[in-house]
C-alpha cells in the first residue's frame, strides 16, 4: 500500500503546474546529480564498510579463533555435513516459493552475508552478554534468569537481526526480489550460512579440546550429529523474519513495526529454543530412562517440526492466495477464448 500522506499543493494538481522543489523533485541540474551521487556514495561505502568489517572479524577468527583447523579435510568434511539437515530445508523453502525463482547469484551473496554477518552476532554476544546475565540473575542471586535474559534480549534478536541484515544488504534490493515469499526464501539461505559457519566454530573448537587426534576426531563427530539437528532451527527462524521483511517490501506504509513483528517472531523462537534445550532434554532423559541424546533428539524434532509446520502453513497460505489470484487473472481471458454457439448448438 503506498503511502497515502501528500501535501496539499500535490493534492490538488492537475498535472498543468511544474512542480519540481516545490513539492516534487527529481535529477536535473548538476548540483542535483552532485547530491545524488554523494548519497549513493555514502550508501555504498557503508556497505563495503560493514562487509569488510565482517570480513575482517571472520578472518581473525582463521588466525587466531581456532577457525583455521576446519582446513583440516576431516572437519572440513564434518562441517559440510553438519549443514546437510539445514540445507535440504532451506531448499524446500525454496522449492515451496510459487513465484519465479530466485537467480542463483542472489542467493549464493545472501549465504556468503549471513556466514559473514555471523562473526557480528558472535561479537556482540560476548561483548554484551556477560553484562546482561549478570544484571539479569541479579548479579549471581538468581543465574537462571540471567540466562534467560541472555538468550531473550541478546542471542534471539542479534543473531535474528545480523540474518535479517544479510537479505537486507544485497537481495532485498535487487528487482529479482518481486514477491513477499522471496522474503522468506532468503531468509532460509541465510539462515543456512549463519548455521554453516556457527557449526564450523564448535566442530573446531571441540576437535581442538581433544587430548589427542583420535579423541579430537571423535570429538568433532560427536559435535557434527549435534550442530546438524540444531542447524535447521537457524533456517526456520530467519525465513520467518524474511517472509515479514518481503511483506515490509510491499506495505512501506507499515514497513517499519512489519520488520520489528518479525524479528520479535524469530527471537522468541530462537531464545526460546536455546532455554528449553538446556532442560528439556536432560528431563526426558531423567522421566523415559532414555541416552540423553535420544532426549536431546527428540525434543529438536518436536520443536523444530512444531515451528517448521507453521512456517510452512504460512508458505502454503500464500501459494493459495497466489493460485487464487492467478486464477483471477485468467478467468476473463479463459471466457472470452469460449466459441460462440451456432444454431446448431443447443
Known amino acids: 500500500m503506498a503511502d497515502r500522506r501528500q501535501d496539499p499543493v500535490a493534492a490538488n494538481d492537475d498535472g498543468s503546474q511544474d512542480l519540481y522543489e516545490i513539492v516534487d523533485w527529481e535529477v536535473r541540474s548538476l548540483l542535483d546529480r552532485i547530491a545524488w551521487f554523494c548519497y549513493a556514495a555514502l550508501v555504498y561505502s557503508l556497505r563495503v564498510i560493514v562487509v569488510l568489517a565482517a570480513i575482517a572479524i571472520l578472518v581473525s577468527q582463521f588466525v587466531v579463533g581456532g577457525l583455521g583447523a576446519v582446513t583440516n579435510p576431516v572437519l572440513g568434511a564434518f562441517t559440510v555435513l553438519s549443514a546437510v539437515p539445514a540445507l535440504v530445508l532451506a531448499g524446500y523453502v525454496w522449492y515451496m516459493d510459487v513465484t519465479t525463482k530466485e537467480p542463483l547469484d542472489l542467493l549464493v551473496a545472501t549465504f556468503v552475508l549471513g556466514v559473514l554477518f555471523a562473526s557480528f552476532a558472535g561479537v556482540v554476544n560476548t561483548e554484551i552478554g556477560p553484562t546482561v546475565q549478570a544484571i539479569g540473575s541479579g548479579f549471581g542471586l538468581v543465574p537462571v534468569v540471567g540466562t534467560v535474559a541472555y538468550y531473550f534480549l541478546v542471542v534471539g534478536p542479534v543473531e535474528e537481526g545480523v540474518k535479517l541484515l544479510s537479505v537486507r544488504l544485497v537481495a532485498y534490493r535487487s528487482d ?42 571423535m570429538e568433532a563427530g560427536s559435535v557434527t550429529v549435534l550442530r546438524s539437528l540444531a542447524g535447521p532451527g537457524h533456517v526456520i527462524y530467519s525465513a520467518f523474519a524474511g517472509y515479514y521483511l518481503g511483506l515490509a517490501k510491499f506495505n512501506r506504509e507499515h514497513a517499519g513495526p512489519i520488520v520489528i513483528k518479525g524479528l520479535i517472531v524469530a527471537a522468541v523462537i530462537h531464545a526460546t529454543y536455546n532455554t528449553l534445550v538446556g532442560v528439556v532434554p536432560a528431563v526426558l532423559s531423567v522421566v523415559a530412562g532414555v541416552p540423553p541424546l535420544a532426549g536431546f533428539l527428540v525434543f529438536v524434532l518436536v520443536y523444530d517440526g512444531l515451528f517448521g509446520a507453521l512456517l510452512l502453513r504460512k508458505l502454503n497460505t500464500y501459494e493459495r492466495a497466489h493460485k487464487q489470484a492467478h486464477s483471477a487473472d485468467l478467468a476473463p481471458e479463459a471466457a472470452d477464448s469460449q466459441p460462440e454457439l451456432t444454431e446448431f448448438d443447443p
Open 176 to 217: 529479482q526480489f518481486d514477491a513477499v515469499i522471496n522474503g522468506a526464501v532468503y531468509g532460509a539461505v541465510a539462515g543456512l550460512g549463519f548455521a554453516t559457519i556457527e557449526n564450523a566454530l564448535y566442530i573446531t573448537q571441540n576437535a581442538d579440546a581433544g587430548v589427542s587426534a583420535a579423541n579430537a576426531i
